[in-house]
């Protein structure tokens, strides 16, 4: 065989074990959920270097040697083990999903919100709402029911929504307070978290949270709790109705992981009741995960993954943005985008716009 052929051979080849790893992947990742669950994952990374047979891993995470087997045979496929004689060690993408913060976020997310919503994708996709959703309760969108999710369910929304702004709060904080605002209107403020760090961060700034009313109920508890309730105000309404208005006379307008909620006509809808809020020296900051704006290919898939989130289970027509199509919902709306920063924590950017 020349080398050409040899190349194209295992270039083929190659795309064969991609496509089957995809044919699999559904019980592949159950295989790998149950694996660190159960500890086999640990007890691979903690046991001797040469590596553990089928009879200590069993012994070690109490699970039949049968189960054990086929878990580590599916973990051979998903190339979280490799095997050696009769011994199993871990590789490096093992370690990862067993140890990684943002692997275990994901896991969770996926498992526990997204599994047996996603059977539902073509019937999503063919009535553009969110037929995945009744799998978790009955609401038009998941925002109504957040604070009603079913356990694990709601732990593992709330983990993964908070996992991806939490760390980057604090990145961006002095670029939001720069202009010394007086008072900032946080639109979708969910449980108050960038409300907290801003009143806890300048103590002569006060925060409107715009919000459904029971995401309100939540975040008001926690800014009581945290005794900044004097600079705080709260104006409960949907975005999307059509006689919606937010509260004027705010310095800076923030929006955090929120357009993402909407469609492209939605999100134009809301810059434009943003935009009759806005005085001429208002600052319009939204931050969000822009897909083609990351540091790597690994992100980006995190990103277009989580797109189908949104159409099984949130609302059915939203996504994970890419640049060019926020910046042209941010023009429809009347605004001028006026500056940028990307590659902030994990993955967000922000767009600064104004009149």
């Not at 050409?4 to 295992?10: E, F, R």
């Not at 490799?82 to 490096?92: I, L, N, Q, S, V």
Request: hydrophobic fraction near 45%.
């Amino acid at each position: 065989m020349t080398n050409d052929a040899s190349k194209a051979g295992s270039s083929i080849l190659a795309a064969m074990h991609t496509a089957q790893t995809i044919a699999w992947g559904p019980i592949l990742f159950q295989a790998a959920r149950v694996m660190r669950d159960r500890g086999l994952l640990a007890a691979l990374r903690k046991g001797a270097p040469q590596g553990m047979t089928i009879e200590e891993v069993a012994e070690v995470t109490h699970t039949s040697q049968y189960g054990v087997t086929v878990l580590l045979e599916a973990g051979l496929a998903a190339r979280l083990v490799e095997k050696e004689g009769d011994r199993y060690r871990g590789t490096r993408a093992g370690f990862l999903l067993e140890r990684d913060e943002m692997a275990r976020v994901n896991m969770n997310f996926v498992h526990d919100v997204c599994y047996r919503a996603a059977a539902h994708l073509d019937t999503a996709i063919e009535q553009g709402r969110a037929t995945g959703l009744p799998e978790l309760g009955n609401w038009p969108t998941v925002y109504e029911g957040l604070q009603d999710l079913p356990e694990p369910a709601k732990t593992s929304w709330f983990a993964f929504d908070h996992f991806y702004s939490d760390d980057s709060f604090p990145l961006i904080l002095e670029r939001v307070l720069r202009s010394a605002p007086a008072r900032i209107m946080d639109v979708g403020g969910n449980t108050g978290k960038f409300a907290l760090q801003v009143l806890a961060r300048d103590p002569q700034v006060a925060v409107t949270v715009v919000d459904l009313p029971v995401q309100i109920a939540k975040c008001k508890a926690n800014v009581e709790k945290a005794g900044w309730a004097k600079r705080a105000a709260y104006h409960p309404c949907s975005v999307l109705s059509l006689d919606t208005e937010f509260p004027a006379d705010h310095d800076v307008i923030w929006m955090s992981q929120f357009l993402c909620c909407f469609s492209e006509p939605e999100v134009v809808h809301i810059l434009s009741t943003a935009k009759r809020a806005m005085k001429p020296t208002t600052r319009l900051m939204i931050m969000d995960n822009l897909w083609d704006c990351q540091k790597n290919e690994v992100a980006s898939l995190c990103l277009q993954a989580t797109s189908l989130y949104f159409t099984t289970v949130a609302n059915g027509n939203s996504r994970m943005y890419d640049r060019a199509t926020l910046a042209r919902c941010i023009e429809r709306a009347g605004l001028r985008l006026v500056d940028e920063v990307h590659e902030i924590g994990w993955g967000h950017s922000i767009l600064e716009c104004a009149r």
